[in-house]
């Protein structure tokens, strides 16, 4: 059989191949697996979402990535070095979790947590068009977030009735029974006071105080009720992401040339006019640059621009500038780049104007970085001050790997994904929080800060007691103090609740000891608190 081609702009010619999916037959391996999924479904909810912080995520994460590890080693899926990388990250993370409480980075560590879980099955199933992390990254990751989990969604339940199969019919039959059982209680806990209410009165004295007792018991344990039916989904969704990845990984020879085919496809555009866009896109900069030179550079050198905006508007406007040009910028550069007919490693002018213009991004990365930090060293450190640092710093690094790309070949798209995954990690163990309230006590204390910004420490939670400390004992003015005072016995209150919990962290119990040790005096610090 004749297998369709379709030529390339550059001449190579790529199979059009079709797409089969491969049969999900079930094995012992996925009946298994999924009944431990039912577990990871329920400690979801119970121990993970609702809390995000403590033992519990950390524990989670290490249940689920040993489960996933042993799953696919009886399904003889050998994890490659790059694997355990991903893997070493999602478990590094889940430990901060009960390390610190970070607050002002707790949305972007737990949903980095949960991306580091999903990338962590596609690496160690192969799943990546390339088999590696590669420029394929953002396809990848949702090929199997949106398609390859939710596809293999029904396949938990033929994995648990493939597993019943091996069992006498008693056994066979006592999962489905049960099952039935818990509906129908559910069920008849909503259709019960119905027909109560419609009864003459024989009927309820038949079943009313049984439905009474059962009502009363499902007040008391609703919650676990809810948790016990959304680990359903829950648990299904785990198991397509597992199972499902494992099963179609050897189908990825096939998606990975019908993708190269597609993205030949794109290019279409004629090298001239991806030239002339690039070029006058990089002009209008430096005329604007150059006719704006007080305004970009006045940070440089300590000062606003000239004009009445305050040092807060002058950082945010310049870090919410650097932002839209730089998309524009890399959406430019991505965009040309991929729908030119003659590739860039085949045209000097093109590799140019890549450099030309990530050069300019540097430019003004470097000028809103300026600013930002002309900010801080008025006002102190917030993590909405930290956090586009951090994004600025990330993004000269990927500007500059676009600069080497022109020269040497490599995928910008796997550096910048393992460089971020490090920083992401590293920043999650380091306890942000506590960094920033402590930088601003020792500037406040040191009299470079004219003031001490109390609703920082209030952000940090429990990582801003260091800094609250170290400004109780050094301050002489008392209004702080007795703000701090408040401050702090709060902070003991709760490690004291958190204690043996859950989700209790390392934090809180350095907190415990250091409230206890009589580090600060706390029958004065009550005295100061009251009103």
């Known amino acids: 059989m004749t297998v369709p081609t379709l030529p390339t702009h550059e001449g190579v010619v790529l199979p059009k191949p079709a797409l089969p999916r491969p049969t999900f037959r079930p094995t012992s391996e996925d009946g298994i697996l999924a009944i431990f999924a039912y577990v990871l479904g329920f400690l979801f909810w119970h121990w993970f979402f609702l809390s995000w912080r403590g033992l519990n995520v950390s524990l989670f994460t290490a249940l689920f990535g040993s489960l996933t590890a042993l799953y696919f080693k009886g399904k003889g899926i050998s ?15 889940g430990l901060s979790f009960a390390l610190w409480q970070n607050v002002g980075f707790e949305v972007w560590r737990a949903l980095f947590l949960f991306c580091f879980a999903v990338y962590w099955v596609i690496v160690s199933t192969k799943m990546t068009l390339r088999g590696r992390t590669s420029d394929w990254l953002p396809f990848d990751f949702l090929t199997v977030l949106l398609g390859v989990s939710f596809r293999h969604f029904g396949s938990h339940y ?6 019943r199969q091996n069992k006498s019919r008693l ?8 099952l039935g059982l818990a509906f129908s209680l559910l069920l ?18 038949l079943v009313g105080s049984m439905v009474t007792a059962w009502q009363s018991l499902m007040m008391q344990y609703a919650e676990l009720v809810i948790k016990l039916i959304l680990a359903i989904p829950t648990a299904s969704y785990l198991f397509g992401l597992i199972a499902g990845s494992a099963h179609e990984a050897k189908a990825q020879d096939n998606r990975l040339k019908a993708a190269e085919s597609s993205l030949a496809t794109l290019r279409i555009m004629p090298l001239p006019t991806v030239l002339t866009v690039m070029s006058v896109l990089s002009a209008v900069y430096l005329a604007f640059i150059f006719s704006q030179t007080t305004y970009f550079f006045s940070a440089f050198f300590g000062e606003r621009a000239i004009g009445t905006m305050t040092y807060a508007e002058f950082a945010r406007r310049g870090f919410f500038e650097l932002v839209t040009i730089a998309v524009i ?9 991929l729908s030119s007919n003659i590739l860039r490693t085949k045209s000097r002018a093109l590799q140019s104007l890549n450099i030309l213009l990530s050069a300019l991004t540097i430019l003004l990365i470097a000028t809103a970085f300026s600013k930002m930090m002309l900010y801080v060293e008025n006002f102190g450190l917030t993590m909405p001050r930290l956090l586009p640092l951090i994004f600025m710093v990330l993004l000269s690094v990927i500007c ?16 910048t994904a393992i460089l971020g995954a490090l920083l992401l990690t590293l920043f999650s163990l380091v306890n942000l929080d506590g960094f920033v309230a402590n930088y601003n006590a020792q500037r406040y204390i040191a009299g470079t800060l004219h003031s001490f910004d109390l609703v920082t420490v209030l952000r940090a939670g429990p ?3 260091n800094a609250a400390l ?5 301050t002489t003015d008392q209004s702080l103090q007795r703000d701090l005072a408040t401050y702090l016995n709060h902070e003991y209150g709760n490690a004291l609740y958190t204690a043996g919990k859950f989700t209790d962290t390392l934090e809180n119990a350095l907190n415990r000891r250091r409230l206890a040790r009589g580090e600060w005096d706390r029958s004065r610090a009550r005295g100061l608190a009251a009103p």
């Not at 910028?329 to 780049?337: E, H, K, P, Q, Y």
Request: charge should be positive.
């Open 171 to 178: 056994v066979a039959q006592a999962g489905p029974i049960i």
């Open 79 to 93: 994890i490659s070095r790059e694997g355990w990388f991903w893997f070493a990250m999602l478990q590094l993370t």
């Open 470 to 474: 170290l400004v109780y004992r050094e």
């Open 158 to 163: 033929r994995s648990l009735a493939a597993l």
């Open 329 to 337: 910028n890399l959406s430019v550069m991505g965009f040309g780049n």
């Open 188 to 205: 008849l806990t909503f259709v019960l006071p119905l027909l109560l209410t419609a009864d003459s009165g024989a009927f309820g004295t």
């Open 400 to 415: 500059f790997a676009i600069i080497a790309l022109q020269k040497w070949q490599f995928s910008i798209m796997r550096l």
């Open 463 to 465: 990582a801003g007691v």
